[in-house]
C-alpha cells in the first residue's frame, strides 16, 4: 500500500516535469473550451467531449458545464482540498439528426465516474526522494514534530539536549492523487518504521525472546531491533506486545538526554584475624551498607537504540560503610600424627586385652574407669561417628585421614559431633558403660587401613 501509493505520487511527479498536463499544473478548475454558437433550440443539441473521446449528447449546455462545475465542488469538499481537474469536458454544438438521442443523465452519471482529479499537497522529500504526501504544510510540520518526539522518554529523570532528523527531509509542494495523502500518525509512522506493517506477538507465560524468534524465523538482535523498548533485558511479561516487524526507517531519529540515575556504591570489605577461628572460617561482625551516587549521563540513542553514553557529573548521596569480617587464623589440625595418646585421663587400668577372649575375639582393648572420666582423642582428626551404635553403646569414631581410625565404646555421654575436627587430647566423651558392658570402661580400638591392630603396641 505504501509503495502503492509512493508509485502513484512519483508517477504524478513525473507526469507534471515532462509537460503534458502543464496546463492544468496551473489551473483550479478545468479547461472548458466551449466551441459553441447560439442555441437554435429544436434543430441543434450538443455533443460532450471528455478530453478527445464524444461521450452523448445533451439539449443543455449551461446545465452541463454546471454540472461538471459542481462535481469539482463536490471532489474539493469531500478532500478539504482545492482538486484540480486533469480532464477536459468540451461541448461542441452540432446538427441534430435521426441517429442523435440527447441523453443528460447518461452523460452526467459518467462524468462523475470517469472524472479524475489531483490536488497540491506536500510531498515529504527524503534526501531527494519523494515518500509520501500529506495536505498541508502545517501537516508537515506535524510529521517533523511527532518523529522527533517519537523517541523521546518523557521521563522525570531525562533532560532532551537535542533532537537530531539524521536524513534531509524537506517538503515539495506537489500534485497528487487525493487518494494517495496520508494522515499526520500514519505519515510519521511510516517514516520512522519504513512501513505501515503491523504484526504483532502477544507474550505468554514461558515465552522466551528465543523461542519467539525462533518460531518466527526472526533472530533475537532482529526482535529486539523491533523492539527498542526492551533494551538489553530479555524479561517478557505475559500479556506484553512484541513487534515482529524490524524497522528500516526513512527518517532516522537521533535524541540526546541528560539522564540522572541513583546508583549504588558498593562497600569495602575489612577482614580482622581472629586466633580463636580456624583458618578459612569467616564471620561478619559489622555488617556493610551500600552507598548512594546520582550519576548524570548524557545518552544518545538513533531510532531507540543507545548508541552512546558519557558520565558527565556524579554526586555521592551517601558514603557506603564497610562490612568487618572476623577471618580466623588458627590452625586447623592437621592429620593424625601416627602416634597415639592414651585415651583415659588419668590413665584406668586395663581390664582386657587385644585378642581372642574364649571363643570371640577381642578387638580392643577394655580401660576401666569411673564413669564420667574424661575420654580423649587419641590422635587429631575428625569425628566420622558420634552417637548410639548397638553393642557399643555411645560410640565415638575419629578418622586421623593417615590410614588411622580410633574407635571409643560404652561411653555414658558424647561431647562432639560428627564432621567436628578434634585435636589430639582433646576431650571428646565421658566414660560409661552404655551397650553391651558390664562395669563402666572404654573400649578402645585402634583400625589400621580397615583393619583392627593391637592398640597397646602403640604404647
Ligand atoms: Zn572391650
Redesign the pocket.
Known amino acids: 500500500m505504501v509503495f502503492s501509493a509512493i508509485h502513484k505520487l512519483i508517477g504524478h511527479v513525473c507526469k507534471n516535469s515532462n509537460g503534458k498536463k502543464i496546463g492544468a499544473v496551473f489551473l483550479i478548475a478545468v479547461a472548458l473550451i466551449v466551441v459553441a454558437f447560439k442555441t437554435v433550440s429544436g434543430s441543434h443539441v450538443y455533443a460532450v467531449y471528455f478530453d478527445d473521446r464524444e461521450i452523448g449528447y445533451v439539449l443543455d449546455k449551461d446545465d452541463i458545464l454546471e454540472y461538471v462545475e459542481q462535481l469539482h465542488h463536490e471532489e474539493s469538499e469531500r478532500y478539504g482540498l482545492q482538486v484540480n481537474p486533469l480532464n477536459e469536458v468540451r461541448v461542441v454544438r452540432v446538427k441534430k439528426s435521426a441517429g442523435i438521442q440527447p441523453k443528460e443523465a447518461i452523460v452526467k452519471n459518467q462524468l462523475r465516474d470517469i472524472m479524475e482529479y489531483d490536488v497540491y499537497a506536500y510531498a515529504i522529500i527524503v534526501n531527494g526522494k519523494p515518500t509520501l504526501a500529506v495536505r498541508s504544510i502545517e501537516e508537515y510540520d506535524e510529521v517533523i514534530e511527532e518523529l522527533k518526539g517519537a523517541y523521546v522518554s518523557g521521563k522525570d529523570n531525562s533532560v532532551i539536549q537535542a533532537v537530531v532528523l539524521n536524513d534531509q527531509v524537506e517538503a515539495r509542494l506537489t500534485q497528487v492523487d487525493p487518494n494517495a495523502l496520508y494522515s499526520v500518525d500514519k505519515a510519521a509512522e511510516i517514516l520512522r518504521r519504513g512501513t505501515d506493517r503491523q504484526e504483532t506477538y502477544l507474550v505468554s507465560r514461558g515465552d522466551s525472546l528465543w523461542t519467539i524468534a525462533r518460531n518466527n524465523n526472526m533472530t533475537i538482535n532482529e526482535i529486539q531491533q523491533a523492539n527498542p523498548q526492551l533494551g538489553n533485558s530479555d524479561r517478557l511479561q505475559p500479556g506484553e506486545k512484541l513487534s515482529l516487524v524490524v524497522a528500516d526507517p526513512y527518517v532516522s531519529v537521533s535524541v540526546t538526554e541528560e539522564i540522572v540515575v541513583k546508583e549504588k556504591i558498593p562497600f569495602e570489605v575489612k577482614y580482622q584475624n581472629d586466633s580463636n577461628m580456624y583458618t578459612g572460617a569467616t564471620k561478619i561482625i559489622t555488617p556493610g551498607k551500600y552507598g548512594y551516587k546520582e550519576v548524570t549521563y548524557l545518552v544518545t540513542k538513533t531510532n531507540g537504540n543507545e548508541v552512546h553514553r558519557e558520565t558527565i557529573n556524579e554526586v555521592i548521596a551517601e558514603n557506603p560503610k564497610a562490612q568487618v569480617v572476623a577471618r580466623g587464623t588458627l590452625k586447623a589440625p592437621v592429620a593424625g600424627t601416627g602416634r597415639f595418646l592414651w585415651p583415659v585421663a588419668g590413665g584406668g587400668r586395663i581390664t582386657?586385652r587385644y585378642g581372642m577372649r574364649g571363643s570371640r575375639f577381642?578387638a580392643?582393648?577394655?580401660i576401666g574407669a569411673s564413669t564420667g572420666t574424661a575420654v580423649l582423642a587419641a590422635d587429631s582428626g575428625v569425628v566420622t561417628y558420634a552417637g548410639w551404635a548397638g553393642a557399643y553403646g555411645i560410640l565415638v569414631t575419629i578418622d586421623h585421614g593417615n590410614g588411622y581410625v580410633t574407635k571409643y565404646?560404652h561411653n555414658s555421654s558424647v561431647l562432639v559431633s560428627v564432621g567436628q575436627k578434634v585435636t589430639k587430647g582433646s576431650q571428646i566423651a565421658r566414660v560409661g558403660s552404655t551397650g553391651n558392658s558390664t562395669g563402666p570402661h572404654l573400649?578402645f580400638e585402634i583400625l589400621r587401613n580397615g583393619s583392627t591392630v593391637n592398640p597397646l603396641s602403640f604404647f
Open positions: 582386657s577381642h580392643g582393648v577394655d565404646a573400649h
